[in-house]
């Protein structure tokens, strides 16, 4: 796709904040992020759980566009934004035309089925505990960084317990038995996990 002015393009801006599409509206067209970044959440038991941070490059609403479907996310500008549109006429001619392109939209869309298939499966999880130490060894496992020290983390905890529809007096609970088992430290910026494996353990204790 050409950086350069084109007319034929439908370069839509969004402020951030702005809701690009909601859970359970019609879906008429897929976003490019050319620019920004839209976090997609989706309502579980009530309230806003977060299911991605999409940059520069993402899609996003293609699975609604592809199944013909209302969407199942809601999609917000986390800062300005600027995406291209595309409906499903151009996209046909996008896959059609550019292997590339069709080989990124094909892993991009089976990567977002499965991550958004782990979370729902941590969101499963009756206790609390465990649902925050399975987004913090997704988190790890997709996105830590190695140190000397352990896997770091950029995320604050109380974020992750967002993620996975944890309120902040349960997260408070939670951290106290963590980091009084030394299973992670938190940091101003971030989050070290000092052993991942020492959470899959964990988790398999909450389970007996």
Same mark, same amino acid.
Do not use: N
């Given at each position: 796709?050409?950086?350069?002015?084109?007319t034929s393009l439908d370069i839509r801006h969004f402020d951030e904040?702005?809701?690009?599409?909601?859970?359970?509206?019609?879906?008429?067209?897929?976003?490019?992020?050319?620019?920004?970044?839209?976090?997609?959440?989706?309502?579980v038991d009530g309230q806003p759980t977060t299911l991605a941070e999409?940059?520069?490059?993402?899609?996003?609403?293609?699975?609604?566009?592809?199944?013909?479907?209302?969407?199942?996310?809601?999609?917000?500008?986390?800062?300005?934004?600027?995406?291209?549109?595309?409906?499903? +006429?151009?996209?046909?001619?996008? =896959?059609?035309?550019?292997?590339?392109?069709?080989? $990124?939209?094909? /892993?991009? %869309? #089976?990567?977002?089925? +499965?991550?958004?298939?782990?979370? =729902?499966?941590?969101?499963?999880?009756?206790?609390? $505990?465990?649902? /925050?130490? %399975? #987004?913090?060894?997704?988190?790890?496992?997709?996105?830590?960084?190695?140190?000397g020290q352990g896997v770091w983390i950029r995320k604050r905890l109380?974020?992750?317990?967002?993620?996975?529809?944890?309120?902040?007096?349960?997260?408070?609970?939670?951290?106290?038995?963590?980091?009084?088992?030394?299973?992670?430290?938190?940091?101003?910026?971030?989050?070290?996990?000092?052993?991942?494996?020492?959470?899959?353990?964990?988790?398999?204790?909450?389970?007996?």
């Amino acid at each position: 796709m050409p950086d350069g002015p084109d007319t034929s393009l439908d370069i839509r801006h969004f402020d951030e904040g702005a809701v690009l599409f909601e859970e359970g509206g019609p879906c008429d067209v897929m976003y490019v992020i050319r620019e920004g970044r839209v976090r997609l959440t989706k309502t579980v038991d009530g309230q806003p759980t977060t299911l991605a941070e999409l940059g520069g490059g993402d899609f996003l609403g293609e699975v609604s566009l592809v199944r013909h479907q209302a969407h199942s996310a809601t999609a917000t500008a986390s800062e300005a934004t600027t995406c291209l549109a595309v409906d499903s +006429a151009s996209l046909e001619q996008m =896959l059609t035309g550019d292997p590339e392109i069709a080989i $990124r939209f094909v /892993v991009g %869309m #089976a990567d977002r089925l +499965a991550a958004t298939r782990e979370i =729902l499966a941590m969101l499963g999880q009756r206790d609390s $505990r465990t649902r /925050v130490c %399975m #987004a913090l060894i997704r988190h790890a496992e997709i996105s830590g960084e190695q140190t000397g020290q352990g896997v770091w983390i950029r995320k604050r905890l109380g974020d992750v317990g967002a993620e996975v529809a944890v309120s902040d007096k349960e997260m408070g609970e939670v951290s106290k038995v963590l980091l009084r088992r030394q299973l992670l430290r938190v940091k101003r910026d971030g989050i070290l996990v000092p052993d991942v494996s020492r959470l899959y353990e964990f988790v398999k204790e909450s389970d007996v």
